[in-house]
Every structure is written in structure tokens, then in C-alpha cells.
């Protein structure tokens, strides 16, 4: 669970910490600070990385990055698709 991170370290202080230690500090430590003002901030249940390894994987990154928001109205998670049993 990500809210029994110490918020007291900043990111200088991390020294050689694994990327995942890394992630979840900052995901951790944002939380923190945006539940100060907005109480409703979830982060993504899930995040899927990749290394990049060529121009056509960064290209095809890229591609995604620049048109996945328009499939968010058709998306399952989608809070206004979501089914009310």
C-alpha cells in the first residue's frame, strides 16, 4: 500500500535506490501532498513500463501517447461506462 511511505525523505536522500523504491517514494509522497487540498486523488491501480530500446519502439511510444486519449470515451474504465449492478 502506498500511503505507509515516508514522506519525510526528499529525493536527494534516495542515493541508489531501485527504480521501484523510487516510484513508489514519489507516488507516496505526492499523495501526501495532494490529499491536503483534494481528498478524491486515486493514482491508477495498475502502470505498465517499457524499455525503450529503438526508434521504432520510441516512435510506436509516442504514437500512444499522442492519440490513446481519444479512445477514453469508449474506455472500460471509464467512470461513465462503468455498469451499476
Given at each position: 500500500m502506498?500511503?505507509?511511505v515516508s514522506t519525510q525523505k526528499n529525493i536527494s536522500?534516495?542515493?541508489?535506490?531501485?527504480?521501484?523504491?523510487?516510484?513508489?517514494?514519489?507516488k507516496g509522497r505526492t499523495t501526501y501532498e495532494i490529499h491536503k487540498t483534494n481528498?478524491?486523488?486515486?493514482?491508477?491501480?495498475?502502470?505498465?513500463?517499457?524499455?525503450?530500446?529503438?526508434e521504432q519502439s520510441l516512435f510506436k511510444?509516442?504514437?500512444y501517447i499522442r492519440?490513446?486519449?481519444l479512445k477514453w470515451d469508449?474506455?472500460?474504465e471509464n467512470p461513465k461506462n462503468i455498469k451499476k449492478v
Open positions: 502506498i500511503n505507509h536522500q534516495m542515493g541508489t535506490r531501485s527504480l521501484g523504491e523510487i516510484v513508489r517514494w514519489y481528498q478524491k486523488f486515486l493514482w491508477q491501480s495498475r502502470f505498465y513500463d517499457h524499455i525503450i530500446r529503438d511510444i509516442r504514437e492519440n490513446n486519449h469508449a474506455d472500460e
